[in-house]
Structure formats: structure tokens, C-alpha cells
């Protein structure tokens, strides 16, 4: 028996929305670090493997809606998107820092739960993601900690009025690339009234 058009649109919005955040893959824009030890070829050939590689895991698992946020705005109609996330949603990101960009992608989601996630983690796969995300249940902010001290992926419920659209929110003054920006970020979302849990521990490569 199917459901009724209004039970499913219901379903649709109970799903949580996944913001994978992309780059380009181009020479000069990823992996800038890692290129000057690898070459900027390599360093795009790797960033490119890995952006496929989570979308093949997390693209297409229907428990979220999955939303592909790419920079540079102009990058939103690329060809490149359909091949390696067919059927997924294109957005372009915001100008601004990553915490600007973050809170506006949330700021989306409105009063459904909402995570965004790099594109470089080496190790994740549709388990984890689902392991964050139950964690949520019980806590309205999750912070997956990547292993070098960062995180990997951030989830909140009921993000009005905490991440207003255009602006920052919660992420405002957060320090990025550094070996506690995992930490700032869990204290700054606590500092808003977030009760904040804990995913699991995953490997990025943010170089």
C-alpha cells in the first residue's frame, strides 16, 4: 500500500538535511598545503578522489536529504556536480569566513535538524554519519571531532533564532585551522544555550 502525498511530504520533512561543503576541485584552490609537497596536480587528484568518495557515501542514503554547498558561487553549475552527486541538490555557499558559511547553510534548514560536513574526511562512511546524527536525539548540537583537533561534522535542531540567515550566528569569532577549533566551536554552540553531544571520531585531510 503507498502512502498518501501528504504522508509523504511529511516523511520529507522529518528527514535532516546533510550540507556537504565543497571546493572546486582546481589547481590553486584545494589542498594548497599539501601541494607544495605533492604538486598542485596531485593535490587535486586527491582532494577530487575524496569529495567522490564521501558523496558516494553520503549522497545517496535517503535517511537525510543531502544538499552539495560549493564554492565559488559561480562553481553551482557545474557539470562536474552532476556526475559525481546525481540527484543530489547544488547551493552555492555564502562569502565569509567558514563560520559565516556554516551558519548560513543551517540557517536553511529552519526548524529541521541540519549537520554540515567537510569533503576531505578519508574514513567516514554512511554509519558514522548515522551515529551523529542519533546523537542529536538527546542533545539539540552535535560536534564530530576529526582526530587532528577539528571537527568533521556539526548537527543542530531548532537553529532559528541562533543562526539567522546571512549571518554567522553561533560560529561568530570561532578561530578556524587550528588544533582546538573542535573545542571553540562545542563552546561557543554551549554559549548560545546548546546542549551539546558528542559523534564519533573521525580522520580529515585538511591541508
Not at 511530504?9 to 561543503?21: D, T
Not at 565559488?72 to 541538490?89: F, I, K, Q, Y
Not at 535542531?157 to 562545542?186: C, M
Request: hydrophobic share 45%; aromatic share 6%; with cysteine.
Amino acid at each position: 500500500m503507498t502512502s498518501s502525498p501528504a504522508r509523504q511530504r511529511k516523511a520529507g520533512r522529518s528527514r535532516p538535511l546533510l550540507f556537504i561543503m565543497a571546493r572546486l576541485p582546481i589547481a590553486g584552490a584545494v589542498k594548497t598545503r599539501l601541494a607544495r609537497r605533492i604538486g598542485a596536480i596531485g593535490a587535486v587528484s586527491l582532494y577530487r578522489s575524496l569529495l567522490a568518495a564521501t558523496l558516494r557515501t553520503a549522497g545517496q542514503d535517503k535517511r537525510w536529504r543531502t544538499i552539495l554547498a560549493v564554492t565559488p558561487p559561480t562553481a553551482v553549475h557545474s557539470p562536474l556536480w552532476r556526475r559525481l552527486a546525481p540527484g543530489c541538490e547544488v547551493l552555492a555557499q555564502s562569502s565569509g569566513d567558514l563560520g559565516h558559511r556554516m551558519g548560513s547553510l543551517l540557517a536553511h534548514a529552519g526548524a529541521a535538524p541540519a549537520a554540515v560536513m567537510g569533503s576531505d574526511i578519508a574514513d567516514v562512511n554512511a554509519t558514522h554519519i548515522a551515529a551523529a546524527f542519533s546523537a542529536l536525539k538527546g542533545a539539540d548540537a552535535v560536534i564530530a571531532y576529526a582526530e587532528d583537533g577539528g571537527f568533521w561534522f556539526c548537527a543542530v535542531k531548532g537553529t532559528a533564532p541562533r543562526f539567522p540567515p546571512g549571518k554567522a550566528g553561533a560560529f561568530a569569532g570561532i578561530g578556524w585551522s587550528r588544533s582546538d577549533s573542535g573545542e571553540l566551536t562545542r563552546k561557543a554552540l554551549q554559549a548560545k544555550g546548546f546542549r551539546v553531544a558528542s559523534g564519533p571520531v573521525r580522520r580529515d585531510i585538511d591541508e
